[in-house]
């Protein structure tokens, strides 16, 4: 009996040590700008919402590219696109309400609306503050999802689209990283509000990339560094609680009649290929490239490999 006590004091006292280890408070904003918005990044007002923003390339371009994020992620996602396309186009990317340094929704938005509508509303918002009457929409996963709404509700705004690896049609994953499962239920997403180890970050991005050995420290060190920016996890849960994966809108998929590339990457097991070949199926005309041995974020994992299907379809000279 002595033994187990013994035993079990041991127990309780690692437990504490591991739960402290993996305490990870917010972070305020202005500790993390420093290192994650140099130049080109900006601030914008956006109806009373801070929003981080990186805005390059040519200002006489008259229809932009907006690049609209996924979930979890930042405008840093799409950076070696930007690299690339911002020599002959305006590129315009930004972190979403919730996501990066932009923060929980505040000013003149709901405080607890993260649902698609939500976001529809912020980006038109969004490309009327910085007087961007239409553009080209390139959202990945919960960015293509709002980037083809966006496309039903306004398509006087949207000149073309590209879908990488969007959320759209009903699916079953193959595979969900566990700081998404946990973020979905209610009563575990409030303890990674307060807890939150590194491994957890850095498992679910070996998850969704097809190769994990291209994941990084400074990849990690990015997403988690971001997550806990103040805020931003309790938001996250509130977007996962809130987001309809059920297919219920389909009918409007399949309305859109716009110029639409749909990439994807051929080892997603997040959101798998089956997905982009409902979009094209849904989408007439519509095309389709899928990247053979990449997974759920090919323009990061393999970022000159993905854009060379944009820059044909925007008629690259």
């Given amino acids: 009996m002595a033994w187990l006590v013994r035993a079990f004091g041991v127990m309780l006292m690692l437990t504490a040590l591991a739960v402290a280890l993996s305490r990870a408070p917010d972070r305020p904003v202005q500790t993390l ?7 080109p990044s900006d601030f914008i007002d956006v109806n009373g919402q801070t929003v981080h923003i990186r805005d390059v390339g ?6 932009p590219l907006l690049l609209i994020h996924g979930t979890g992620s930042s405008l840093h996602t799409w950076e070696g696109w930007a690299q690339v396309l911002k020599s002959q186009r305006r590129v315009i990317s930004f972190d979403l309400p919730g996501f990066g340094l932009t923060g929980p929704f505040s000013g003149r938005y709901p405080p607890n609306d993260y649902s698609d509508s939500a976001y529809v509303r912020f980006v038109l918002d969004l490309m009327d503050t910085l007087a961007v009457p239409r553009a080209v929409i390139v959202g990945h996963s919960m960015g293509g999802e709002i980037a083809w709404q966006l496309a039903a509700q306004a398509p006087q705004r949207v000149a073309a689209l590209v879908l990488v ?3 759209g049609p009903a ?3 193959q595979s969900v990283p566990i700081g998404f499962r946990l973020a979905r239920v209610p009563g575990l997403s409030r303890i990674t509000e307060w807890l939150l180890p590194r491994s957890v970050i850095a498992e679910g991005l070996q998850d969704v990339y097809g190769d994990p050995s291209k994941v990084t420290p400074e990849l990690i060190d990015r997403h988690f560094e971001l997550l806990l920016r103040e805020g931003n996890r309790h938001a996250l849960g509130l977007r996962l609680q809130q987001q309809r994966l059920d297919g219920a809108e389909v009918d409007r998929i399949a309305a859109l009649t716009l110029p639409t590339l749909i990439l994807w990457g051929s080892r997603d097991r997040l959101v798998p290929p089956e997905v982009g070949e409902k979009f094209q199926q849904l989408i007439q005309g519509s095309q389709r490239v899928e990247f053979d041995g990449l997974g759920h974020l090919p323009q990061e994992e393999n970022p000159g490999r993905s854009v060379e299907p944009v ?4 008629g690259w000279k």
């Fill in 311 to 314: 820059k044909a379809f925007l």
């Fill in 33 to 39: 700008v420093a290192q994650w918005a140099p130049p």
């Fill in 58 to 63: 040519p200002r006489e371009d008259p229809t």
């Fill in 171 to 173: 699916f079953t994953p």
């Fill in 165 to 167: 690896d969007a959320v």
